[in-house]
Protein backbone atom coordinates (compact mmCIF):
# COMPACT_ATOMS: atom_id res chain seq x y z
CA UNK A 1 0.00 0.00 0.00
CA UNK A 2 2.44 2.28 0.99
CA UNK A 3 4.96 1.66 -1.60
CA UNK A 4 2.40 1.97 -4.27
CA UNK A 5 1.46 5.05 -2.99
CA UNK A 6 5.21 6.15 -2.50
CA UNK A 7 5.28 5.22 -6.53
CA UNK A 8 2.20 7.11 -7.62
CA UNK A 9 4.02 9.96 -5.42
CA UNK A 10 7.05 9.75 -7.29
CA UNK A 11 5.77 9.96 -10.25
CA UNK A 12 3.81 12.85 -9.79
CA UNK A 13 6.12 14.67 -8.38
CA UNK A 14 8.48 13.75 -11.89
CA UNK A 15 5.40 15.12 -14.11
CA UNK A 16 4.82 18.36 -11.83
CA UNK A 17 8.47 18.52 -12.34
CA UNK A 18 9.10 17.72 -15.59
CA UNK A 19 5.86 20.42 -16.57
CA UNK A 20 7.44 23.10 -14.11
CA UNK A 21 10.56 22.80 -16.02
CA UNK A 22 9.34 23.15 -19.48
CA UNK A 23 6.92 25.30 -18.50
CA UNK A 24 9.86 27.83 -17.36
CA UNK A 25 11.68 27.18 -20.65
CA UNK A 26 8.54 28.24 -22.65
CA UNK A 27 8.19 30.98 -20.10
CA UNK A 28 11.81 32.65 -20.84
CA UNK A 29 11.21 32.00 -24.30
CA UNK A 30 7.52 34.10 -24.17
CA UNK A 31 9.15 36.71 -22.11
CA UNK A 32 12.16 37.44 -24.51
CA UNK A 33 10.25 37.29 -27.31
CA UNK A 34 7.87 39.98 -25.81
CA UNK A 35 10.76 42.13 -24.12
CA UNK A 36 10.11 41.47 -20.54
CA UNK A 37 13.78 40.54 -20.01
CA UNK A 38 16.22 43.19 -18.86
CA UNK A 39 19.55 43.35 -20.06
CA UNK A 40 21.11 42.68 -16.30
CA UNK A 41 19.49 38.86 -16.25
CA UNK A 42 22.27 37.49 -14.78
CA UNK A 43 22.83 35.68 -12.14
CA UNK A 44 21.03 35.45 -8.66
CA UNK A 45 19.77 39.14 -8.38
CA UNK A 46 19.29 38.89 -12.34
CA UNK A 47 16.26 36.57 -11.17
CA UNK A 48 14.68 39.21 -9.10
CA UNK A 49 15.48 41.72 -11.92
CA UNK A 50 13.72 39.62 -14.60
CA UNK A 51 10.66 38.96 -12.38
CA UNK A 52 9.84 43.07 -11.42
CA UNK A 53 10.52 44.09 -15.62
CA UNK A 54 8.47 41.66 -16.38
CA UNK A 55 5.99 41.88 -13.96
CA UNK A 56 6.28 45.58 -14.30
CA UNK A 57 5.84 45.23 -18.03
CA UNK A 58 2.65 42.98 -18.29
CA UNK A 59 0.64 44.47 -15.48
CA UNK A 60 1.89 48.35 -15.88
CA UNK A 61 0.06 49.84 -18.90
CA UNK A 62 2.35 51.24 -21.67
CA UNK A 63 0.04 54.21 -21.68
CA UNK A 64 -0.41 54.87 -17.71
CA UNK A 65 0.43 58.75 -17.26
CA UNK A 66 2.73 59.79 -14.37
CA UNK A 67 1.16 62.43 -12.04
CA UNK A 68 1.52 66.16 -13.65
CA UNK A 69 1.68 68.35 -10.65
CA UNK A 70 1.37 72.17 -10.45
CA UNK A 71 3.71 74.84 -10.81
CA UNK A 72 2.93 75.71 -6.81
CA UNK A 73 4.33 71.98 -6.37
CA UNK A 74 7.77 72.82 -7.78
CA UNK A 75 10.42 71.96 -5.39
CA UNK A 76 12.61 75.08 -3.98
CA UNK A 77 15.47 73.35 -4.09
CA UNK A 78 16.20 71.06 -6.69
CA UNK A 79 19.31 68.46 -5.67
CA UNK A 80 21.98 68.21 -7.99
CA UNK A 81 23.74 64.61 -7.74
CA UNK A 82 26.89 64.48 -10.09
CA UNK A 83 29.17 68.06 -11.60
CA UNK A 84 28.78 69.08 -14.89
CA UNK A 85 31.04 67.39 -17.05
CA UNK A 86 34.59 68.84 -17.21
CA UNK A 87 36.21 68.44 -20.38
CA UNK A 88 37.76 71.07 -22.73
CA UNK A 89 34.49 70.15 -25.34
CA UNK A 90 31.80 70.56 -23.22
CA UNK A 91 33.58 73.45 -21.51
CA UNK A 92 33.66 75.44 -24.82
CA UNK A 93 30.38 73.95 -25.81
CA UNK A 94 28.82 75.82 -22.51
CA UNK A 95 30.54 79.15 -22.91
CA UNK A 96 29.53 79.25 -26.39
CA UNK A 97 26.05 78.77 -25.30
CA UNK A 98 25.59 75.50 -27.24
CA UNK A 99 25.66 77.20 -30.39
CA UNK A 100 27.93 74.57 -31.65
CA UNK A 101 25.87 71.57 -30.35
CA UNK A 102 24.57 68.84 -32.29
CA UNK A 103 22.54 66.23 -30.99
CA UNK A 104 23.37 62.95 -33.24
CA UNK A 105 20.76 60.34 -33.36
CA UNK A 106 21.60 57.04 -35.59
CA UNK A 107 21.61 53.37 -35.10
CA UNK A 108 18.17 51.67 -36.76
CA UNK A 109 16.65 54.66 -37.82
CA UNK A 110 15.94 55.67 -41.48
CA UNK A 111 17.48 58.97 -41.20
CA UNK A 112 20.11 59.43 -38.92
CA UNK A 113 20.06 62.94 -38.56
CA UNK A 114 22.14 65.92 -35.99
CA UNK A 115 20.00 68.58 -34.41
CA UNK A 116 21.16 71.61 -33.03
CA UNK A 117 19.47 73.06 -29.72
CA UNK A 118 17.59 75.80 -32.04
CA UNK A 119 16.28 73.39 -33.82
CA UNK A 120 14.66 71.04 -31.13
CA UNK A 121 13.87 73.98 -29.85
CA UNK A 122 11.50 74.62 -32.95
CA UNK A 123 9.56 71.59 -32.69
CA UNK A 124 6.72 71.57 -30.63
CA UNK A 125 7.38 72.32 -26.96
CA UNK A 126 5.73 71.13 -23.74
CA UNK A 127 6.03 71.64 -20.02
CA UNK A 128 5.79 68.49 -17.48
CA UNK A 129 6.01 69.00 -13.62
CA UNK A 130 6.80 65.93 -12.56
CA UNK A 131 8.06 64.31 -9.20
CA UNK A 132 11.55 63.07 -9.36
CA UNK A 133 13.33 60.65 -7.08
CA UNK A 134 16.71 59.61 -6.52
CA UNK A 135 17.83 55.97 -5.90
CA UNK A 136 19.58 57.06 -2.71
CA UNK A 137 15.47 57.96 -1.05
CA UNK A 138 15.80 62.35 -1.99
CA UNK A 139 13.26 63.96 -4.35
CA UNK A 140 12.18 66.76 -5.93
CA UNK A 141 9.37 68.22 -7.73
CA UNK A 142 10.35 70.12 -10.90
CA UNK A 143 8.96 71.90 -14.32
CA UNK A 144 10.79 70.13 -17.57
CA UNK A 145 10.95 71.84 -21.00
CA UNK A 146 12.02 70.22 -24.28
CA UNK A 147 10.03 68.44 -26.84
CA UNK A 148 8.56 64.35 -26.41
CA UNK A 149 10.87 62.12 -27.56
CA UNK A 150 8.58 60.23 -29.32
CA UNK A 151 8.33 63.21 -31.79
CA UNK A 152 12.10 63.20 -32.47
CA UNK A 153 11.65 59.02 -33.12
CA UNK A 154 9.03 60.15 -35.79
CA UNK A 155 11.37 62.43 -37.13
CA UNK A 156 14.07 60.37 -37.55
CA UNK A 157 11.70 56.80 -38.39
CA UNK A 158 12.62 54.16 -36.18
CA UNK A 159 12.72 50.78 -38.30
CA UNK A 160 10.73 48.12 -36.53
CA UNK A 161 13.72 45.91 -34.67
CA UNK A 162 14.34 48.38 -32.79
CA UNK A 163 14.10 47.68 -28.79
CA UNK A 164 16.46 50.22 -27.08
CA UNK A 165 16.91 53.69 -26.81
CA UNK A 166 20.42 54.57 -25.81
CA UNK A 167 21.86 58.03 -24.58
CA UNK A 168 25.19 59.44 -24.45
CA UNK A 169 26.63 61.96 -22.19
CA UNK A 170 29.26 64.06 -22.53
CA UNK A 171 30.53 62.03 -19.10
CA UNK A 172 31.10 59.35 -21.15
CA UNK A 173 33.78 58.88 -23.73
CA UNK A 174 30.99 58.90 -26.34
CA UNK A 175 33.48 59.07 -29.36
CA UNK A 176 35.05 55.93 -28.57
CA UNK A 177 36.15 53.90 -31.72
CA UNK A 178 34.77 50.52 -30.44
CA UNK A 179 31.40 50.61 -28.48
CA UNK A 180 32.79 48.21 -26.12
CA UNK A 181 35.39 50.72 -24.28
CA UNK A 182 32.25 53.21 -23.65
CA UNK A 183 32.49 53.82 -19.91
CA UNK A 184 30.37 56.66 -17.81
CA UNK A 185 27.50 57.75 -17.08
CA UNK A 186 25.38 56.60 -20.24
CA UNK A 187 22.09 54.92 -20.33
CA UNK A 188 19.07 52.88 -22.51
CA UNK A 189 15.53 52.47 -21.67
CA UNK A 190 13.25 50.18 -23.81
CA UNK A 191 10.71 51.31 -26.57
CA UNK A 192 7.92 51.17 -24.20
CA UNK A 193 9.61 53.66 -22.06
CA UNK A 194 10.91 55.87 -25.59
CA UNK A 195 7.49 55.97 -27.18
CA UNK A 196 5.90 57.00 -23.83
CA UNK A 197 4.29 60.55 -24.20
CA UNK A 198 5.75 61.89 -21.40
CA UNK A 199 9.51 60.80 -22.27
CA UNK A 200 10.62 64.62 -22.92
CA UNK A 201 13.76 65.63 -24.14
CA UNK A 202 14.01 68.10 -22.30
CA UNK A 203 16.38 71.49 -23.03
CA UNK A 204 14.57 73.98 -20.06
CA UNK A 205 13.65 73.85 -16.26
CA UNK A 206 11.36 75.68 -13.83
CA UNK A 207 10.30 78.43 -16.42
CA UNK A 208 13.90 78.85 -18.02
CA UNK A 209 14.32 77.85 -21.69
CA UNK A 210 17.56 76.61 -20.83
CA UNK A 211 19.32 73.92 -18.68
CA UNK A 212 21.21 74.95 -15.28
CA UNK A 213 24.50 73.33 -16.32
CA UNK A 214 24.23 70.67 -13.09
CA UNK A 215 20.90 69.67 -14.35
CA UNK A 216 22.37 68.39 -17.45
CA UNK A 217 22.79 71.59 -20.17
CA UNK A 218 22.16 71.46 -22.89
CA UNK A 219 19.74 68.69 -22.90
CA UNK A 220 18.57 65.78 -21.01
CA UNK A 221 15.89 63.06 -21.43
CA UNK A 222 13.14 62.96 -18.61
CA UNK A 223 11.69 59.26 -17.82
CA UNK A 224 9.14 60.14 -15.30
CA UNK A 225 7.71 56.43 -14.65
CA UNK A 226 11.35 55.29 -13.98
CA UNK A 227 13.97 57.22 -11.03
CA UNK A 228 15.75 60.04 -11.86
CA UNK A 229 19.13 58.45 -12.81
CA UNK A 230 17.62 57.20 -15.93
CA UNK A 231 17.31 60.59 -17.01
CA UNK A 232 20.73 61.19 -18.51
CA UNK A 233 22.38 64.53 -18.63
CA UNK A 234 24.54 66.28 -20.91
CA UNK A 235 23.10 64.48 -24.00
CA UNK A 236 25.29 64.39 -27.18
CA UNK A 237 24.42 60.99 -29.52
CA UNK A 238 21.20 58.86 -28.70
CA UNK A 239 21.26 55.71 -30.79
CA UNK A 240 18.80 53.27 -31.59
CA UNK A 241 18.87 49.70 -31.25
CA UNK A 242 18.05 46.35 -31.23
CA UNK A 243 20.48 44.96 -28.50
CA UNK A 244 22.46 46.69 -25.55
CA UNK A 245 24.98 43.58 -25.77
CA UNK A 246 27.60 45.04 -27.64
CA UNK A 247 28.37 48.78 -25.54
CA UNK A 248 30.37 48.46 -22.65
CA UNK A 249 30.13 45.62 -20.24
CA UNK A 250 26.07 44.66 -21.96
CA UNK A 251 24.45 45.11 -18.89
CA UNK A 252 22.67 48.21 -20.77
CA UNK A 253 23.50 51.10 -18.84
CA UNK A 254 27.07 52.42 -17.58
CA UNK A 255 25.02 52.90 -13.96
CA UNK A 256 24.91 49.24 -13.97
CA UNK A 257 28.43 48.01 -14.67
CA UNK A 258 28.80 50.08 -11.22
CA UNK A 259 25.93 47.85 -9.89
CA UNK A 260 23.29 49.76 -10.18
CA UNK A 261 19.90 48.24 -11.73
CA UNK A 262 19.33 48.71 -15.46
CA UNK A 263 15.31 49.34 -14.51
CA UNK A 264 14.61 51.76 -12.63
CA UNK A 265 10.49 51.66 -12.72
CA UNK A 266 11.53 49.87 -9.18
CA UNK B 1 20.68 20.90 28.50
CA UNK B 2 17.52 21.54 31.29
CA UNK B 3 14.96 23.25 28.25
CA UNK B 4 15.80 19.54 26.46
CA UNK B 5 14.92 17.53 29.33
CA UNK B 6 12.26 19.75 30.17
CA UNK B 7 10.48 18.91 26.56
CA UNK B 8 11.12 15.49 26.53
CA UNK B 9 9.00 15.20 29.59
CA UNK B 10 6.01 17.21 28.10
CA UNK B 11 6.67 14.86 24.64
CA UNK B 12 5.85 12.02 26.50
CA UNK B 13 3.25 13.05 29.10
CA UNK B 14 1.49 15.15 26.27
CA UNK B 15 1.98 12.49 23.58
CA UNK B 16 -1.84 12.63 22.49
CA UNK B 17 -1.95 15.95 20.83
CA UNK B 18 1.62 15.34 19.58
CA UNK B 19 0.16 12.94 17.18
CA UNK B 20 -0.79 16.00 14.90
CA UNK B 21 2.02 18.31 14.37
CA UNK B 22 2.54 21.53 15.81
CA UNK B 23 2.75 23.19 12.72
CA UNK B 24 1.74 22.32 9.55
CA UNK B 25 4.47 21.32 6.53
CA UNK B 26 3.26 24.44 4.84
CA UNK B 27 3.08 26.65 7.96
CA UNK B 28 6.87 25.29 8.50
CA UNK B 29 8.37 26.00 4.74
CA UNK B 30 7.08 29.34 4.46
CA UNK B 31 8.45 30.25 8.16
CA UNK B 32 11.58 29.55 7.57
CA UNK B 33 11.52 30.96 3.41
CA UNK B 34 10.23 33.99 5.14
CA UNK B 35 13.28 34.30 7.97
CA UNK B 36 15.68 34.27 4.97
CA UNK B 37 13.95 36.68 3.02
CA UNK B 38 13.45 38.89 5.79
CA UNK B 39 16.96 39.12 6.63
CA UNK B 40 17.95 39.73 2.80
CA UNK B 41 15.07 43.01 2.89
CA UNK B 42 16.71 43.82 6.38
CA UNK B 43 20.20 43.88 5.33
CA UNK B 44 19.58 45.73 2.44
CA UNK B 45 17.02 47.96 3.54
CA UNK B 46 19.52 48.86 5.38
CA UNK B 47 21.81 48.90 2.87
CA UNK B 48 19.39 51.52 0.89
CA UNK B 49 18.79 53.75 3.73
CA UNK B 50 22.13 54.57 4.67
CA UNK B 51 22.64 56.49 1.44
CA UNK B 52 19.95 59.27 2.67
CA UNK B 53 18.82 58.72 6.17
CA UNK B 54 16.52 61.04 6.60
CA UNK B 55 12.71 60.70 6.86
CA UNK B 56 10.46 63.48 5.28
CA UNK B 57 6.46 63.78 4.95
CA UNK B 58 5.03 64.57 2.28
CA UNK B 59 5.91 64.38 -1.65
CA UNK B 60 9.63 65.25 -1.75
CA UNK B 61 12.62 65.73 0.46
CA UNK B 62 15.65 65.69 0.19
CA UNK B 63 18.93 67.74 1.51
CA UNK B 64 18.27 71.54 2.40
CA UNK B 65 14.64 70.65 2.84
CA UNK B 66 12.93 70.52 6.56
CA UNK B 67 12.91 66.68 7.52
CA UNK B 68 10.84 64.73 10.15
CA UNK B 69 13.84 62.19 11.59
CA UNK B 70 17.51 63.06 10.96
CA UNK B 71 18.46 59.05 11.77
CA UNK B 72 21.81 59.65 13.78
CA UNK B 73 23.40 57.29 10.75
CA UNK B 74 26.03 59.15 8.76
CA UNK B 75 25.27 59.40 4.91
CA UNK B 76 26.65 56.43 2.81
CA UNK B 77 26.39 56.05 -0.63
CA UNK B 78 27.42 53.35 -2.63
CA UNK B 79 25.70 50.37 -1.17
CA UNK B 80 21.97 50.87 -2.40
CA UNK B 81 23.09 49.48 -5.48
CA UNK B 82 23.75 45.92 -4.55
CA UNK B 83 21.13 46.84 -1.88
CA UNK B 84 18.59 47.32 -4.28
CA UNK B 85 19.07 44.04 -6.16
CA UNK B 86 18.76 42.22 -3.23
CA UNK B 87 15.77 43.83 -2.05
CA UNK B 88 14.03 43.26 -4.66
CA UNK B 89 14.97 39.71 -5.13
CA UNK B 90 13.71 39.13 -1.25
CA UNK B 91 10.78 40.98 -1.76
CA UNK B 92 9.77 38.43 -4.60
CA UNK B 93 10.54 35.60 -2.98
CA UNK B 94 8.58 36.93 0.37
CA UNK B 95 5.80 37.79 -1.47
CA UNK B 96 5.37 34.41 -3.52
CA UNK B 97 5.82 32.96 -0.25
CA UNK B 98 3.01 34.60 0.98
CA UNK B 99 0.87 34.01 -2.31
CA UNK B 100 1.32 30.29 -0.98
CA UNK B 101 0.45 30.82 2.93
CA UNK B 102 -2.63 33.10 2.95
CA UNK B 103 -4.64 31.21 0.54
CA UNK B 104 -3.33 28.13 2.79
CA UNK B 105 -4.14 29.59 6.03
CA UNK B 106 -7.70 30.56 4.87
CA UNK B 107 -8.65 27.59 3.49
CA UNK B 108 -6.89 24.99 6.15
CA UNK B 109 -8.71 27.55 8.76
CA UNK B 110 -5.04 28.17 9.99
CA UNK B 111 -5.69 31.35 10.60
CA UNK B 112 -9.18 30.77 12.34
CA UNK B 113 -7.45 28.04 14.46
CA UNK B 114 -4.47 28.66 15.31
CA UNK B 115 -4.43 32.79 15.20
CA UNK B 116 -7.72 34.00 16.00
CA UNK B 117 -8.01 34.47 19.33
CA UNK B 118 -11.29 33.45 21.58
CA UNK B 119 -13.70 36.59 22.22
CA UNK B 120 -12.96 35.27 26.24
CA UNK B 121 -9.44 35.14 26.18
CA UNK B 122 -9.26 38.89 25.00
CA UNK B 123 -10.52 40.16 28.25
CA UNK B 124 -8.05 42.47 29.84
CA UNK B 125 -7.25 40.65 32.82
CA UNK B 126 -6.35 37.78 31.08
CA UNK B 127 -3.88 39.28 28.73
CA UNK B 128 -2.51 41.69 31.04
CA UNK B 129 -2.03 38.07 33.01
CA UNK B 130 -0.20 37.07 29.95
CA UNK B 131 2.32 40.20 29.59
CA UNK B 132 3.07 39.88 33.28
CA UNK B 133 4.07 36.46 33.42
CA UNK B 134 6.31 36.85 29.68
CA UNK B 135 7.34 39.73 31.41
CA UNK B 136 9.04 38.07 34.68
CA UNK B 137 10.30 35.38 32.25
CA UNK B 138 7.70 32.64 33.63
CA UNK B 139 8.14 30.02 31.22
CA UNK B 140 4.65 28.58 29.45
CA UNK B 141 3.30 25.09 31.04
CA UNK B 142 3.23 22.25 28.92
CA UNK B 143 -0.76 22.71 28.38
CA UNK B 144 0.09 26.63 27.47
CA UNK B 145 2.74 25.82 24.96
CA UNK B 146 0.89 23.62 22.47
CA UNK B 147 -1.24 26.30 21.58
CA UNK B 148 -0.64 30.24 21.29
CA UNK B 149 -1.86 32.88 23.29
CA UNK B 150 -4.47 35.77 22.95
CA UNK B 151 -1.04 37.93 22.99
CA UNK B 152 0.46 35.63 20.78
CA UNK B 153 -2.17 35.67 18.05
CA UNK B 154 -2.63 39.13 17.97
CA UNK B 155 1.01 39.91 17.55
CA UNK B 156 1.15 37.41 14.53
CA UNK B 157 -2.15 38.16 13.32
CA UNK B 158 -0.75 41.91 13.63
CA UNK B 159 2.54 40.78 11.40
CA UNK B 160 0.53 39.01 8.75
CA UNK B 161 -2.18 41.12 8.03
CA UNK B 162 -1.29 44.51 8.90
CA UNK B 163 2.53 44.94 8.76
CA UNK B 164 2.95 42.58 5.80
CA UNK B 165 0.05 44.46 3.64
CA UNK B 166 1.58 47.86 4.91
CA UNK B 167 5.30 47.45 4.11
CA UNK B 168 4.27 46.07 0.31
CA UNK B 169 1.87 49.49 -0.22
CA UNK B 170 3.91 51.47 1.06
CA UNK B 171 6.88 50.14 -1.25
CA UNK B 172 5.26 49.58 -4.23
CA UNK B 173 3.92 53.09 -3.19
CA UNK B 174 7.53 54.22 -3.79
CA UNK B 175 7.60 53.19 -7.29
CA UNK B 176 7.13 55.38 -9.77
CA UNK B 177 5.91 52.83 -12.71
CA UNK B 178 3.05 51.56 -10.31
CA UNK B 179 2.17 55.11 -8.99
CA UNK B 180 1.43 56.00 -12.81
CA UNK B 181 -1.07 53.28 -12.66
CA UNK B 182 -2.67 53.23 -9.51
CA UNK B 183 -1.94 57.24 -7.74
CA UNK B 184 -3.74 57.03 -5.17
CA UNK B 185 -1.27 54.05 -3.33
CA UNK B 186 0.95 56.85 -3.51
CA UNK B 187 -1.16 60.06 -2.42
CA UNK B 188 -3.69 57.63 0.19
CA UNK B 189 0.04 57.20 2.14
CA UNK B 190 0.10 61.10 1.52
CA UNK B 191 3.34 60.98 -0.81
CA UNK B 192 6.48 59.44 -2.26
CA UNK B 193 7.86 60.24 1.18
CA UNK B 194 5.65 59.61 3.55
CA UNK B 195 5.51 56.24 1.95
CA UNK B 196 9.29 56.03 2.53
CA UNK B 197 8.87 57.36 5.91
CA UNK B 198 6.14 54.79 7.06
CA UNK B 199 7.98 51.82 5.09
CA UNK B 200 10.74 52.39 7.34
CA UNK B 201 8.86 52.62 10.53
CA UNK B 202 6.58 49.26 9.85
CA UNK B 203 10.42 47.76 9.42
CA UNK B 204 11.16 48.76 12.75
CA UNK B 205 7.51 47.54 13.93
CA UNK B 206 8.65 44.20 12.34
CA UNK B 207 12.28 44.00 13.61
CA UNK B 208 10.68 44.64 17.26
CA UNK B 209 8.09 42.13 17.05
CA UNK B 210 11.29 39.83 15.53
CA UNK B 211 13.36 40.64 18.85
CA UNK B 212 10.15 39.70 21.17
CA UNK B 213 9.34 36.90 18.74
CA UNK B 214 13.26 35.35 19.52
CA UNK B 215 13.19 36.17 23.26
CA UNK B 216 9.63 34.09 23.62
CA UNK B 217 10.81 31.43 21.18
CA UNK B 218 14.11 31.05 24.00
CA UNK B 219 11.30 31.16 27.12
CA UNK B 220 9.35 28.92 25.93
CA UNK B 221 12.57 26.50 25.06
CA UNK B 222 14.73 27.58 22.09
CA UNK B 223 16.11 24.08 20.49
CA UNK B 224 12.40 22.48 21.45
CA UNK B 225 10.33 25.50 19.47
CA UNK B 226 12.98 25.51 16.74
CA UNK B 227 12.66 21.84 16.31
CA UNK B 228 8.78 22.15 16.28
CA UNK B 229 9.06 24.72 13.58
CA UNK B 230 11.27 22.13 11.79
CA UNK B 231 9.92 18.97 11.57
CA UNK B 232 6.49 19.58 13.31
CA UNK B 233 7.19 18.13 16.30
CA UNK B 234 8.91 19.40 19.35
CA UNK B 235 9.67 16.68 21.26
CA UNK B 236 11.34 13.43 20.09
CA UNK B 237 8.57 12.17 18.17
CA UNK B 238 9.50 8.06 18.18
CA UNK B 239 8.72 7.67 21.53
CA UNK B 240 5.36 8.21 21.32
CA UNK B 241 4.73 6.65 18.35
Known sequence: MSERLSRRKLIATGVVA???????????????????????????????????????????SRHALAREYTRSDISKIAPIKGAAPEDETYQRLLAGGFRDWRLKIDGLVARPSFFSLAELKRFPSESHVFHQACEEGWSFIAEWIGVPLSYVLNLVGVRPQAKY???????????????????????????ADAWHRQTLLAYGMNGQEFLPAGHGAPLRVRIPRQLGGKSTK?????????????IGKGFGAGGTERGFSWYAGI | MAEIAYLAGLAIRGSDSLDSPRHSAVVRITHWITTVSFFGLLVSGIAILIA??????????????????DLPIPFMIGHSGWGRYLHFLSAWISVLTGLVYAPFGLL??????????????LAWSRV??????????????????????????????????????????TGLAMSPAIASVVPLLRSGFGGQQSARTIHFFVAVALVLFLCVHIAMVCLAGFAGRVRAMITGYSGARKECS
Open chain 1, 18 to 60: AAGASGLGIAARLADRYGLIPPDDGGIYGVGETMTYAAQRVLV
Open chain 1, 165 to 191: VVFFGFDTNFEAADKQTIKGKWNSIDM
Open chain 1, 234 to 246: YLSWITVTDTVKD
Open chain 2, 52 to 69: HPRLYWGETGGVGTPSLI
Open chain 2, 108 to 121: SHHFGKNLLPARAD
Open chain 2, 128 to 169: ARIVWNDLRWRRPTEEESLTYNAVQRLAYLAVVFVLFPLIIL
